[in-house]
């Protein structure tokens, strides 16, 4: 299975990627799962390969050969374009835009939305941000209720308890309440 | 416990975190670096658990002392590596080269960028440096030869007493797979360096006996180790299309064969340097046409056409021909050329996207110097630009960085370019660039009665790759206290003739101070502090304290305001006509309040 997780530097595209990764090892996968560090983490676009499967060679997936993309961000769904395939990618989406250039002409959600649909198999898209604001979270944890709610509606062949028990040795002590709260509101 | 110490029997390690690894089930007693992207994470890892693994770990000035640090330690017998990017491998090569001669055996881990995914320099590949200085390579292809190939390596040097280069590339460093673990080793003794007046004797007569041994010694190795299956491995399969490759290269290769569904015969060269000539010349004599994937330069295909030459073979060669050479090489460039010499219709898309441009974080106190520079200088000076997170002053608004070449390369540069146009150059370089390379330049300024302004941005920290500490920070890699240098002190030594500092969030305050010291003749050094804000954010989080935040209160004065425009702040943004400050963003540094009277600090309630 070929995974892209994509946002921009700052969203915690990697630590996602990583937190996915780790998690389909702990259900017994072999895994291959790329970084980008550098200063595409300065607001950059990110982009994250994750492949799982029996055996797995090659960390990057063929253009075209995504069956999952995880966008951080609307636009990087967009930019994720040459790795996605009408046919089988599937697109799980936060519902934020932020426009590369902060002062240039506004996106209109609607055009990318129906750009989205054009270009992918099937679109979902969710307002993490309000929901981890229902629950007092703050969103620079938008990555663990991304990774929570891809795991509730199926698009990673992992479980719950893989996914929690791989994001809580990734993350803080201190910040495991927080994204225990959040990791649960994806479930609700 | 950091993933790097488990006791577990597998795990899922970066390359990098792999290389860590296998330096501990090696023993390993010393490691050493200077930070530099793709290779940063093997510091960062070894600065994470040194004190509890029981070993030495220090971020060197420059890469040059971090080799010469690790060359030192594995003379007295104890184990030790040191890791670089490949630039840095330049400038440890001074003192590389007659490491080799000498024979220190330590492990020396080089990664290279193609495509320059974290680097602005060249697209070097660093098997040139093998080459030129007769240094066993091995190239791992994944995290787990990462591991393997280290504990090998460590062999090797002590084996034939000679330092081992381990070469990777980003996408190695930067791959996690599934490593399975062996034993970590605790190695102890009473390290010594022996004297030995006829070894370490500096004559050319034991100059050019050290050249002939070492060449020895390499033929050795060709034969014992590279001549073996231990790296360069004959996979099997038929067919009258052999492959050769190396790298993160055969992972793309096994892939496309795999999706091809073909199994063709493949040489695995896992040591490229030497290379096996005999199991070369082998496998092209069962084959009659060979196709070599290599990432960046053809090394290997230039030694396949002279092994060719030497045992008369002839055997059609492809590679560069087919493949890249420039930019990183993909699983699509290795399937794409495969089909194409299978006769296979496939179809290769093509498309790229463009990419989100990088700029500095919010909050950022290079953005608030860049703003400062401008308003007091113009766009007509020459700014000297250096390696950091400030190279993003590239780009514009800022505009402020006319050339970046390599560290420290600003002040000789901008010295050159007054000398020849007269016009004092303002050079911009960051403070952990100021200890690696920038500080002979400045002298050099002073001693040869130079006139330019150098702007040091002082954040506190080697903020690019990670927040490592330097010399001006007041921590070690080991995570002890130690003496904080400070530039202005070292300027004021150096015999600067006009020395000043500033606070980087004071706008105002560095703006004159940068048009005061460019009116004076001489050389100036005005230091500009601001801690890096991602760890003032971090500290505060952290401290459960709250970020300050900063609002638009007044839109017409914002909208109207041009300097707003010239700071850039990715917080600020526009929704149709309304102008507002997106509070996730913001990280409360209010440079913009500033320079604006339309924003005010946030009253929380």
New interface residues.
């Given amino acids: 299975m070929n995974i892209l997780v994509v946002g921009?530097?700052?969203q915690g595209v990697i630590t996602l990627a990583?937190v996915i990764?780790?998690a389909a090892?702990k259900e017994g996968f072999?895994?291959?799962?790329?970084?980008?560090?550098?200063?595409?983490?300065?607001?950059?676009?990110l982009q994250c390969h994750v492949r799982i499967g029996k055996k797995?060679?090659?960390?990057?997936?063929?253009?075209?050969d995504v069956d999952v993309v995880i966008a951080l961000e609307l636009?990087?769904a967009?930019?994720?374009?040459?790795y996605v395939s009408k046919e089988k990618t599937k697109l799980l989406a936060n519902k934020k835009i932020l426009?590369?250039d902060?002062?240039?002409e506004?996106l209109d959600e609607r055009v990318v939305e129906e750009k989205l649909r054009e270009i992918y198999k099937e679109v979902e898209i969710v307002d993490a941000e309000r929901k981890i604001k229902e629950v007092g979270g703050?969103?620079t944890m938008t990555n663990t209720f991304m990774l929570a709610y891809a795991v509730k509606k199926g698009y990673l062949p992992i479980s719950k308890e893989k996914a929690w028990e791989a994001l809580s040795?990734k993350i803080r002590p201190?910040f495991l309440e927080d994204n225990k709260k959040i990791f649960e509101k994806a479930f609700e | 416990m950091h993933f790097v110490l488990s006791e577990k029997k597998k795990e899922f390690l970066l390359g990098n975190e792999a290389i860590v690894r296998g330096a501990l089930e090696a023993g390993v007693n010393v490691a050493t670096t200077y930070p530099g992207t793709p290779s940063s994470e093997i510091g960062n890892t070894f600065a994470k658990i040194a004190k509890k693994a029981g070993i030495y770990f220090e971020y060197s000035v420059n890469e040059k002392v971090a080799l010469e640090t690790a060359a030192g330690a594995a003379f007295c017998g104890a184990r030790s590596i040191v890791s670089m990017k490949h630039y840095g491998a330049n400038v440890a090569l001074d003192s590389l080269l007659p490491l080799v001669y000498f024979g220190s055996p330590f492990v020396l881990v080089v990664t290279d960028d193609p495509g320059c995914w974290s680097s602005v320099q060249t697209e070097q590949d660093s098997r040139w440096i093998s080459r030129m200085g007769f240094i066993p390579t091995l190239e791992p292809a994944d995290a787990q030869e990462c591991k393997e190939f280290v504990v090998k390596a460590f062999e090797i040097a002590e084996t034939y007493r000679i330092p081992v280069m381990i070469r990777m590339t980003t996408r190695v460093c930067h791959t996690r797979g599934v490593v399975t673990l062996g034993k970590i080793k605790k190695r102890e003794g009473e390290w010594k360096f022996v004297k030995d007046y006829d070894w370490f004797l500096s004559s050319s007569s034991n100059t050019v006996r050290h050249h002939r041994e070492v060449l020895e010694k390499i033929e050795k190795i060709r034969e014992e180790v590279s001549e073996k299956d231990e790296f360069n491995v004959i996979e099997g399969g038929t067919g009258k299309m052999g492959i050769i490759t190396s790298g993160a290269c055969y992972s793309y290769v096994k892939e496309a064969l795999r999706d091809l569904n073909i199994n063709l015969p493949l040489l695995k060269i896992g040591m490229s340097y030497p290379l096996p000539e005999d199991k070369i010349a082998e496998f092209l004599s069962k084959v009659d046409e060979v196709l070599i994937v290599e990432e960046i330069e053809p090394i290997i295909e230039e030694e396949v056409r002279k092994i060719m030459a030497t045992y008369g073979i002839q055997t059609r060669i492809h590679g560069k021909d087919l493949l890249p050479r420039c930019g990183e090489m993909s699983l699509d460039d290795v399937f794409g050329v495969l089909s194409k010499l299978l006769g296979r219709e496939e179809e290769i898309p093509e498309k790229v996207s463009k990419r989100r441009t990088p700029t500095f974080c919010p909050g950022c106190p290079h953005r608030a110097t860049f703003f400062a520079i401008k308003k007091a200088l113009g766009e007509d000076k020459v700014f000297g630009g250096d390696i950091g997170c400030y190279l993003l002053g590239t780009y514009p608004p800022y505009r402020e960085q006319d050339f970046v070449i390599a560290m420290g390369a600003s002040v000789g540069v901008s010295h050159g370019i007054q000398r020849a146009m007269k016009q004092k150059p303002v050079i911009i370089i960051g403070d952990s660039t100021f200890f690696h390379a920038g500080m002979p330049g400045l002298l050099n300024l002073v001693f040869n009665k130079g006139d330019a302004l150098m702007i040091v941005l002082d954040n506190r920290v080697t903020a690019m790759t990670g927040h490592q500490p330097h010399p001006g920070t007041g921590m070690t890699g080991m995570g002890e206290e130690t003496k904080a240098v400070k530039i202005e002190d070292i300027a004021k030594a150096f015999c600067v003739d006009w020395v000043e500092v500033a606070n980087a969030f004071n706008v105002k305050e560095v703006e004159e101070k940068v048009r005061e010291l460019y009116s004076k003749k001489g050389v100036c050094v005005l230091v500009v502090k601001g801690e890096c804000r991602l760890l003032t954010v971090r500290r505060l989080v952290r401290e459960g304290r709250k970020i300050p935040k900063f609002e638009i209160v007044d839109q017409d004065k914002v909208r109207s305001c041009e300097d707003l425009k010239l700071l850039k702040c990715p917080a600020i943004r526009k929704k149709g006509e309304e102008y507002y400050i997106d509070q996730d963003l913001c990280w409360g540094c209010g440079v913009c309040a500033q320079i604006c009277e339309g924003i005010k600090p946030k009253v929380v309630g």
């Fill in positions: 921009y530097g700052g990583h990764g780790r090892f072999d895994v291959k799962q790329a970084e980008l560090h550098g200063l595409s983490q300065r607001m950059g676009s797995v060679f090659s960390p990057m997936s063929r253009k075209k636009t990087e967009l930019r994720a374009e040459p426009k590369d902060p002062l240039g506004d703050n969103i040795e201190t």
